[in-house]
């Protein structure tokens, strides 16, 4: 058994957490950054960056305290070394470096895609690779199969937004606050009237995700005064869980995938999880998500990913790079439009 302290700071959630390689979460701390961010109607990465430096030492004490254990008890320290916005990485991974070369231990820098795609793994033990992943989150709509700790075939990507961005972008046309994700799931809930909205992309023979039209719609479709806010945002959510499920029905078929996962901001969200959940048994796979806090940014998905590759013997020197960008299949092919989201 070994213990991993994990740090995440991609975005605008600082988290410290401890995780042992038998799967017990046993210190988790989060410090939120919503009210700093929420005038701006998005993240501001300086206000983030600022933000992480502050909040990460408090953090790390509190998870050692509460775990009981001392930072000599640690067998490894694992950090976000990307991709985000790169002041919030670098201050995760500058301090990640720093714990390990004074505590003497070995440093696993995670691809913070790795650490959503290996969570379900963290939650679920029967879950065995290979497995098609949806990873959908605010920055990123990819479908992968994960084949093993460190081996992911991207199978279709977004060629303009990823979902999560496009979910964030319609809160913010229709007045619901920050964050978007869960302001237009609860708006939804008290939807009625069906708005005529585009599917971009359904049917397609390409493999691949479009959002853009959609948010575009949106946009037209409020401007109109003609629908409710609720309406609106119901309907948008069945758009995108139409185009969600539609795309992953298509790789279904072509893939020798055990089970069908879905991981990342947007799994949070309850019609997707039920419409995901409704296609694998169609296909006769489990399904498997990971609980709703463990879907958005944490530090638990960090460890337990830096404990899948400390068992698998992937630790990092202390000058390894944080990266902004860090695709999880550096040899999928270029996608028309997509650039470096792909």
């Known amino acids: 058994m070994t213990l991993i302290l994990g740090l995440e700071s991609s975005c ?30 998005g993240v501001v990465p300086e206000i983030a960056a600022r933000a992480h430096v502050e909040a990460l030492e408090p953090l790390i004490e509190a998870a050692l305290a509460e775990a009981g254990v001392t930072l000599a008890q640690v067998d490894a320290v694992a950090a976000t070394a990307g991709p985000g916005l790169i002041g919030g990485v ?14 003497g231990k070995p440093l696993v820098a995670v691809n913070h895609l790795e650490g959503h795609a290996l969570s379900p793994r963290l939650a679920d033990p ?12 605010g920055g990123h709509c990819q479908l992968l199969l994960v084949e093993g700790v460190g081996r992911y075939r991207r199978l279709a990507t977004t060629i303009d937004d990823a979902a999560g961005e496009a979910f ?18 609860r708006a939804a ?3 009625k009237d069906v708005v005529p909205l ?6 397609s023979a390409e493999p691949h995700f479009s959002f853009a039209g959609l948010k575009s719609a949106v946009l037209r479709a409020h ?17 995108a869980v139409d185009c969600l499920v539609d795309r992953t029905r298509r790789q279904l078929g072509d893939t020798d995938a055990t089970a069908l996962v879905v991981a990342g901001g947007v799994a949070a969200n309850g019609a997707v999880r039920m419409a995901l959940e409704s296609l694998a ?62």
């Not at 964030?168 to 799931?185: M, S």
Request: aromatic share 8%; glycine share 10%; proline share 8%.
């Open 12 to 41: 605008d959630e600082t988290a410290a957490a401890l995780v042992t390689s038998d799967r017990r979460i046993l210190a988790h701390k989060l410090a939120g950054q919503e009210a700093a961010h929420r005038p701006y109607g």
């Open 189 to 191: 809930a008290a939807g």
């Open 281 to 342: 048994g169609d296909y006769g796979l489990p399904f498997s998500v990971p609980p709703q806090w463990l879907c958005t940014d944490n530090a638990a998905m960090i460890a337990w990913a830096g404990a899948e590759r400390f068992a698998a013997g992937l630790t990092d020197p202390l000058d390894v790079a944080a990266r902004p960008r860090w695709p999880l299949d550096p040899d999928a092919e270029k996608v028309r439009g997509a650039g470096v989201k792909a």
């Open 126 to 137: 029967d879950l065995d690779f290979p497995y098609l992943l949806l990873l959908v989150s």
């Open 90 to 103: 670098m201050v995760g991974l500058v301090t990640g470096k720093a714990l390990a070369h004074a505590a």
């Open 168 to 185: 964030d972008k319609t809160a913010k046309i229709l007045g619901l606050g920050f964050p978007g994700g869960p302001a237009v799931e």
């Open 198 to 203: 585009p599917r971009p992309l359904l049917g």
């Open 223 to 239: 401007d109109t005064g003609q629908w409710r806010v609720e309406d609106i945002a119901a309907s948008f959510q069945q758009a």
